[in-house]
């Protein structure tokens, strides 16, 4: 009874409340299943740099002495002479890039966390809410919209912003914890309200949900199984997901997205790779020259978000690395796979004579050796010295396992930089995030 009430309001609210929501829905699941999305990928490419030139004053001067503007983009080699977005450029240039003959209620202002660098600000638009594309990946697992759902967050949200979550989404649950530092009785509520309402999602960061999982795992706490749990904005060891799945009683789905574009692509149940979202977002991997790589070869990621006409973003050069895959996935659907982003360009641990170290190595190089621990970070500093932070889960073994890995460091960095390991309590948090790898070299 309470699964067809939600059902039903959750109808009337997206079809007579918000109409427009529920025919971006229903355009975007057509869309994914249409057979020419390369044709509608590249026509949307089209428009959105029509548009960029025509009323964006950094795209008019960025592109001035381009063939952009004589002869337009005709082609997929055309394209390709597009330069990059820097990651600077977007930082300094705001005002600029910023499309302002918007309506207040058509954008929303934000920015990233600062974990890669300095923060940098920009608009999303609302005009194209991401929220289709989220259900499209529920649906993907078996999840409807209206099922209960829950999160686990860094930080609690203000409480204004809870009341009216839960109003919106009423008669639908959605439990929060705050993760940051959650008291024994915080943890326990949680653990009681989710087994009351019995959630089909569990949703949060990946460093937080896996801290959750540990904390039922080593008390030997039961949940009732979520359909799937999603995790997102860290890079995922194969062993937590190990350790998450055994915990939940649940399959985990990884995620890529940022702030600058939220939902680029996701694993389907299949968890073969991530489906590419190519009807929202154009990405590319790209070699020092901004040229494709050939597939399952590691290249640059550069992205195009195709719906936001509010801040457009054309070859976004965001940091990231991944790979294409050449093949399709077994479940049918069209849209093409890359490999789970493993790390960042800017994620690396470098020597004295110019060795980097990229965190996707990092991470294949430390898998057997990851359930001892709740969390790692590797600090380098100034002197290109390392100092691997630990936060053991397993005492007894974590000391003789980080001590494998400071000597696989060691050995891959051909003995050039000095490893140290550090018992800690915490680890350090740049901005909102906990990342793998924080190099303090100038």
């Known amino acids: 009874m309470g699964n067809s009430l939600a059902k039903a309001v959750f109808s009337f609210k997206t079809n007579i409340l918000n109409p427009k929501l529920n025919r971006l829905h229903q355009k975007a699941k057509k869309t994914s299943k249409n057979l020419n999305l390369e044709e509608y990928n590249f026509n949307k490419r089209q428009e959105l740099i029509a548009h960029a030139l025509k009323h964006s004053e950094f795209y008019k001067k960025k592109y001035a002495n381009s063939d952009v503007i004589i002869n337009g983009i005709n082609s997929q080699k ?85 009341f009216i979550n839960a109003l919106m989404w009423w008669p639908t649950k959605r439990i929060f914890l705050a993760a940051a530092n959650p008291t024994k009785e915080h943890l326990e509520k949680f653990v009681t309200d989710f087994n009351s309402i019995k959630p089909a999602l569990l949703q949060g960061y990946v460093d937080v949900v896996f801290e959750f999982a540990l904390y039922l795992l080593d008390n030997n706490i039961k949940i009732h199984p979520p359909k799937m749990v999603w995790v997102t904005s860290a890079p995922l060891f194969e062993e937590q997901r190990e350790l998450m799945q055994k915990a939940f009683g649940a399959p985990v789905c990884d995620q890529y997205g940022n702030t600058e574009i939220m939902l680029i692509a996701a694993e389907c149940p299949k968890q073969k790779g991530l489906h590419i979202m190519q009807d929202t977002v154009h990405i590319e991997f790209v070699d020092e020259q901004n040229q494709p790589v050939a597939p399952n070869t590691t290249g640059r990621i550069l992205l195009t978000d195709l719906t936001n006409y509010a801040f457009p973003l054309i070859r976004y050069d965001i940091g990231d690395e991944g790979r294409f895959m050449d093949e399709m996935c077994s479940c049918g659907k069209q849209l093409p796979l890359m490999e789970n982003v493993r790390g960042r360009q800017a994620h690396n641990i470098q020597t004295p004579s110019g060795l980097r170290i990229k965190g996707e190595h990092l991470m294949a190089m430390f898998n057997g050796h990851m359930k001892c621990f709740k969390e790692i970070q590797l600090r380098q500093q100034e002197d290109f010295s390392v100092c691997i932070d630990y936060v053991p889960r397993i005492p007894k073994d974590s000391g003789v396992n980080i001590k494998k890995m400071a000597k696989l460091l060691e050995q891959r960095s051909r003995l050039e930089i000095k490893i140290d390991t550090k018992r800690v309590e915490k680890i350090q948090q740049v901005g909102r995030k906990t990342p793998l790898i924080v190099s303090n070299l100038k």
């Open 78 to 162: 055309d394209f390709l002479k597009i330069p990059p977005l820097s990651r600077t450029e977007l930082r300094d240039n705001y005002e600029n890039i910023a499309i302002h003959n918007l309506k207040k209620n058509q954008v929303e202002k934000v920015s990233t966390s600062g974990s890669t660098g300095k923060p940098v600000t920009l608009l999303h638009d609302k005009r194209h809410p991401e929220t289709p594309i989220r259900w499209r990946i529920l649906d993907w697992w078996g999840i409807k919209p209206w099922e209960n759902q829950a999160f686990i967050y860094r930080f609690k949200k203000p409480a204004l912003q809870r």
